[in-house]
C-alpha cells in the first residue's frame, strides 16, 4: 500500500525525523491562511498523489508570493498530475501540501527496502538526491552507498555514522543524520514497510537535516496489523476497476492496450501477453482469474475486461486442471448475457472438460470464435481486434 507524501511526514515527526513546516489543503480559499501561518517569503505548493516524479510534472510549485501561490493551487486542484511514473491519466490531486520554502544546500538521498538477493534490510544512500536519483543509479551505480543490515542484527550508531561520513557529513550534520536514519530503520521494521525514501535529504545554511520528500510503501500481507497504517488509504489514488477485481479475488492489471486477456495462473496470463505482443497486438491488461474459480467470478472477469473502453476484442485462454472447463464456458455465457457481446471474443480452452466447455460455447445463440491452439488464438483475435 502507498501513502502520500504528508502522511509520510507526519510518521517522519511521529519518530523524531526533521521536516519542513507545511499546511495540508484542499481547496484554494485555504492557500492565504496556510501561508500567512508558514510565514513569509517562499512557498511550495506540492501534489499529493501517488506517484513519484512530480517536480518533473509539474506538480511541485516555487512560488514567491501569495497570489502565486494561489495560482498554482487553482491549476492544481481538481486537476490529474501526469509524471513520468504515471499512466497517460495520471493520478486526481485532490490535497496540496504547502511547505515553507528552504534553502537548499545539497540535495541527499536515503533509502531503505528489502533486497531479495542478500535477503537483507539494505540501506541506499547518495550524494546525489534530488529529481534524477533513477539516472545515478543506471549511470553511476558506484555514487549509491550500499549496506544490508544483518536481519539477526541491529543497525548501529556505528553502521550510521560509517554512512554519514561517506555522505561527507560531519559535527551536527552527522548526529541528526544518525537519528534520521536509526528512525527510519524503526518505523521500517515496526510497521512492515517494503520501501521507505527521502529524496531529498536536504542540509541547510543553519546546518540543519531535513526531510524535502517522503515516500513509504508498506507490505500488503502485513497490513491486517496495523490498524493506524490501513487508515492511511486513499482510495482515489487507486485503480477502481482493480480495486472491485480484488473483491471477486481476481488479480487484475489495467495496461493501455487494446486485446483484453481472461486467464487462469498468472505465468499462463504473461505468456499469453506476450504472445498477443509477439504477433502485432497489445494487452489492455493482465488477468489472472485464479486455480479454483467459479462461473460468478468469471463473469465479473468478463464484465471488467468489456467495461474498459480501450478493449477491441477479448482473448480468453484457460488451462482447465483443478478448474473445470465447462464451468468456464458458463461463466463467459452469463457474463454475455448479462452485459451483451459487443466485441469479438476468441476463447482456448485446454484441459478438464476442454471439451464440453467448447460445445457449449459453439451451441450458444453467441458468435464466439473457438481455438485449440494458442498461437492460432492470438494470432486470429489480433486480427479480428484490429
Ligand atoms: P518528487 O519530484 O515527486 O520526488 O517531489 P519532491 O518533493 O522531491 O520535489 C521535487 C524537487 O523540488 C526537489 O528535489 C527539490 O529540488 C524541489 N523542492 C521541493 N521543495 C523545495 C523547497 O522547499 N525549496 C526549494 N528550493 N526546492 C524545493
Ligand atoms: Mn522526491
Known amino acids: 500500500m502507498h501513502i502520500h507524501e504528508y502522511q509520510a511526514k507526519s510518521l517522519f515527526r511521529k519518530f523524531n525525523i526533521q521536516t519542513p513546516e507545511a499546511v495540508l489543503i484542499d481547496s484554494v480559499s485555504q492557500a492565504g491562511d496556510a501561508c500567512a501561518s508558514l510565514g513569509d517569503g517562499v512557498w511550495v505548493v506540492k501534489a499529493q498523489v501517488h ?161 524535502l520528500d517522503g515516500k513509504i510503501d508498506f507490505d500488503d500481507n502485513a497490513l491486517y496489523r496495523h490498524e493506524d497504517i490501513i487508515e492511511l488509504r486513499d482510495v482515489s489514488q487507486e485503480d477502481e476497476k482493480e480495486n472491485e477485481a480484488s473483491e471477486y479475488q481476481l488479480n487484475y492489471i489495467s495496461l493501455d492496450g487494446t486485446i483484453g486477456c481472461m486467464v487462469n495462473g498468472a505465468g499462463l496470463a504473461m505468456a499469453t501477453m506476450d504472445l498477443i505482443e509477439h504477433h502485432g497486438g497489445s494487452p489492455a491488461n493482465f488477468l489472472d482469474v485464479g486455480g479454483g474459480t467459479t462461473a460468478e467470478r468469471v463473469a465479473k472477469a468478463f464484465e471488467l475486461i468489456q467495461s474498459e473502453d480501450n478493449v477491441k476484442g477479448v482473448l480468453v485462454n484457460i488451462f482447465g486442471g483443478i478448474v473445470r472447463c465447462d464451468l468456464i464456458a458458463e461463466g463467459i455465457l452469463q457474463a454475455i448475457e448479462k452485459v451483451g457481446l459487443t466485441l469479438p471474443i476468441m476463447v482456448r480452452l485446454e484441459g478438464t472438460n476442454a471439451k464440453q466447455g467448447l460445445a457449449l460455447l459453439d451451441q450458444s445463440e453467441f458468435d464466439i470464435a473457438t481455438e485449440a491452439d494458442l498461437t492460432q488464438a492470438a494470432i486470429k483475435i489480433v486480427e479480428l481486434s484490429a
Open 51 to 211: 506517484a513519484g516524479g512530480r517536480g518533473k510534472g509539474g506538480g511541485v510549485i516555487l512560488c514567491r508570493s501569495i497570489e502565486a501561490v494561489e495560482n498554482a493551487c487553482t491549476a492544481l486542484l481538481g486537476s490529474n498530475l501526469v509524471t513520468p511514473q504515471t499512466d497517460t491519466k495520471g493520478l486526481p490531486i485532490n490535497q496540496l501540501l504547502i511547505e515553507g520554502g528552504q534553502n537548499i544546500e545539497r540535495e541527499l538521498y536515503l533509502g531503505l527496502l528489502v533486497d531479495r538477493q542478500t535477503q537483507k534490510i539494505t540501506i541506499l544512500a547518495s550524494t546525489e538526491g534530488g529529481m534524477d536519483i533513477e539516472k545515478v543509479a543506471a549511470e553511476t551505480p558506484d555514487k549509491i552507498i550500499k549496506f544490508g543490515v544483518d536481519p539477526l542484527g541491529v543497525l548501529t550508531e556505528n553502521n550510521c555514522a560509517s554512512i554519514a561520513s561517506k555522505l561527507g557529513l560531519k559535527g551536527n550534520l552527522a548526529t541528526q543524520f544518525n537519528t534520521t536514519l536509526l528512525a527510519l530503520y524503526e518505523i521500517f521494521t515496526t510497521k512492515d514497510v517494503s520501501l521507505i525514501e527521502i529524496n531529498p535529504l536536504i542540509t541547510t545554511p543553519e546546518n540543519q537535516l531535513l526531510a
